[in-house]
C-alpha cells in the first residue's frame, strides 16, 4: 500500500477536513485566527473515539494506573519549580528587513527564508501564556495557562497515592487542553498555540527507571499501529543530548511521516525525579515514598508518555487518505480503521418510499454504532460522499427487503456487496467493526 498511496498536501488534506465537517478554522468569519482550530460534527466523533481508546487501554484496562483531570490554572509557583518560568522558551530570530519571525533551531540556512533578507540575534522566548488571576491586572495575580497536562499530575501525586492505595511502579493519565504560544504555528493542526495532549506520569523506583522506559515506548510505539496507522509510517527518534528538554535524561520521538516529513507524534521522556524534587523543595512539601517493602524512602523517578491528541487525530486522517479508482471514476477515500470512524454505518433506502423501515432501522442500530440516514441523491452519490469521510460500512434498504427482511451491505475498501439478514445484521457488523 505504501508504494500505491498518493503524496498528499497539507492543504489538500485541510480542504477535506473542512469541507466534510471535520476540522474548521478558529473564528473563520472573522478571517481566522491561524493557530487554532475547531472540530466539527465528524471531528469531535473521531477525536472521542480516539480518546476514549486511549482511555480505556491505558486507564480502565490497567491495574497501575488511575486517571485524572486537573485545572488549567494552576499556582504560578508550579511554574517556577517547573523550570518553565526559566527554560521553557525557544530561540526566536526575527529578519531586519521584513520583520518575519522564526524559530532559529526550524530554519534550514543564514537568511531569512520568506526574503532572503539579515537575520538579528537570537533571543529566548517564553511559550507560556500569562493571564491575571482576578479583577486587578498586577504582577501578584499573574498566572499561566498551563504549556503542558503533566504538572497538574505531579503537584497531585500525593494526593492520589494516598487516596487510592497505589505504591510505585503505577501511573497516572491525564488528557487536557494545553496551551503554548508557538513562535511558528504551522502545518494544519499539527504545532497550534491551543492542543489537548494525553500524558501518562508513571512513578517507579531509581533503579527501575531503564526498563520501564523501554516498555512503555514499545507499549506506545504498538499502540499508534493499533490504531491502523501504517507502521512503515512509524519510527522511534532518541533525542541528541543538546535537544533534550530541562527536565530529561533521555527521550525517546515516536514519529510518523507526515505529508511534510518525518515529524513527532509522542515523546517518551525519562523525567529521573526531577519534578517531584523541584515540588518537594518549593512547596516545602517532601514528596519522597516510604516503601516498606524495601525499607527505603526515595522520590520516585517518572517516565513519561506525552502525546498529542490532535497530532494523532493528524496523523490519523492523513495516513487513511487514499485516492483510487472504482467504475472508472476517481475517488476519495478516508481508509479509517472502522473502530475509529465517525460514522460507522450509514443507511439508505433505495427510494424515497421507503424513508420509514429504513429510518426505523437506522434508529436499531444507533444504541450500538455511530450509524446515520441518508436518502439524498443516487446510491453511487451516497457511496462516495461516505467513503470521503469514512464510513466503513454503507446498508441499502430496498424493495425487496420488505419480502426478504434483508438488506445489500457495501464495504468501503472492496466496494463489495453482501446480502445481510436483518436478525443478523447488527452482530455481522459488530463483528466487522470490532474494538
Ligand atoms: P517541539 O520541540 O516540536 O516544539 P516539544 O518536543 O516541545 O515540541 P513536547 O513537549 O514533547 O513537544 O510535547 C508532547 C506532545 O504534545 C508532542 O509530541 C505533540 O504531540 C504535542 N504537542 C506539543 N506542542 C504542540 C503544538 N504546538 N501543537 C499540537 N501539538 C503539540
Known amino acids: 500500500m505504501t508504494e500505491t498511496k498518493p503524496k498528499i498536501d497539507i492543504d489538500v488534506l485541510a480542504s477535506l477536513a473542512k469541507r466534510r465537517g471535520f476540522i474548521f478554522q478558529s473564528s473563520e468569519i472573522y478571517g481566522g485566527l491561524g493557530s487554532t482550530w475547531d472540530y466539527g460534527p465528524l471531528g469531535v466523533e473521531l477525536k472521542r473515539n480516539v480518546k476514549e481508546l486511549w482511555w480505556r487501554h491505558f486507564v480502565l484496562g490497567r491495574d497501575d494506573m488511575v486517571g485524572l483531570d486537573s485545572a488549567v490554572l494552576m499556582h504560578p509557583k508550579v511554574w517556577e519549580a517547573s523550570g518553565h518560568v526559566s527554560s521553557f522558551s525557544d530561540p526566536l530570530v526575527e529578519c531586519k528587513n521584513c520583520h518575519h519571525r522564526f524559530r532559529e533551531d526550524h530554519l534550514d540556512g543564514e537568511v531569512c527564508p520568506d526574503c532572503g533578507g539579515e537575520l538579528m540575534e537570537a533571543r529566548q522566548f517564553n511559550l507560556m501564556f500569562k493571564t491575571f488571576l482576578g479583577p486587578v491586572e498586577e504582577t501578584a495575580s499573574e498566572a499561566y495557562l498551563r504549556p503542558e497536562t503533566a504538572q497538574g499530575i ?3 501525586f500525593e494526593n492520589v497515592m494516598t487516596t487510592t492505595r497505589r505504591k510505585p511502579p503505577f501511573g497516572i493519565a491525564q488528557v487536557g487542553k494545553a496551551f503554548r504560544n508557538e513562535v511558528t504555528p504551522r502545518n494544519f493542526t499539527f504545532r497550534s498555540r491551543e492542543f489537548e495532549q494525553m500524558e501518562m506520569e508513571f512513578f517507579v523506583h531509581p533503579d527501575e527507571e531503564r526498563q520501564w522506559f523501554d516498555y512503555w515506548l514499545d507499549a506506545r510505539h504498538a499502540w499508534y499501529a493499533s490504531l491502523g496507522i501504517n507502521p512503515e509510517r512509524l519510527r522511534r527518534r532518541e533525542h541528541a543530548g543538546d535537544e533534550l528538554a530541562h ?3 533521555y527521550t525517546t520521538d515516536v514519529e510518523y511521516k507526515f505529508p511534510f516529513g518525518w515529524a513527532e507524534l509522542e515523546g517518551v521522556a525519562n523525567r529521573g525525579n526531577f519534578d517531584l524534587t523541584q515540588h518537594g523543595e518549593h512547596s516545602g512539601k517532601d514528596q519522597a515514598y516510604f516503601d516498606p517493602a524495601r525499607n527505603e524512602k526515595y522520590v520516585p523517578s517518572v517516565i513519561e508518555t506525552s502525546a498529542g491528541l490532535d497530532r494523532t487525530l ?12 472504482v467504475g472508472g471514476d476517481e475517488r476519495t477515500v478516508l481508509r479509517l480503521a472502522p473502530h475509529l470512524a465517525p460514522t460507522q454505518v450509514a443507511v439508505f433506502p433505495l427510494s424515497k418510499k421507503l424513508a420509514e423501515p429504513a429510518r426505523k432501522l437506522t434508529d436499531d442500530l444507533r444504541g450500538q454504532f455511530h450509524a446515520v440516514y441518508d436518502d439524498s441523491g443516487s446510491i453511487g452519490k451516497r457511496y462516495r ?33 453482501e446480502r ?3 436478525d443478523q445484521l447488527a452482530e455481522y457488523l459488530g463483528g466487522r467493526i470490532g474494538r
Open 247 to 249: 527536565y530529561a535524561s
Open 154 to 156: 505531579f503537584v497531585n
Open 314 to 325: 493528524l496523523t490519523v486522517l492523513a495516513d487513511a487518505y487514499d485516492v483510487d479508482e
Open 385 to 417: 460522499r461516505e467513503d470521503e469521510v469514512g464510513t466503513p460500512f454503507c446498508v441499502t434498504f430496498d424493495f425487496e427487503s420488505l419480502d426478504d427482511n434483508a438488506v445489500t451491505v457495501r464495504d468501503r475498501d472492496t466496494t463489495e456487496q
Open 420 to 422: 445481510i439478514g436483518l
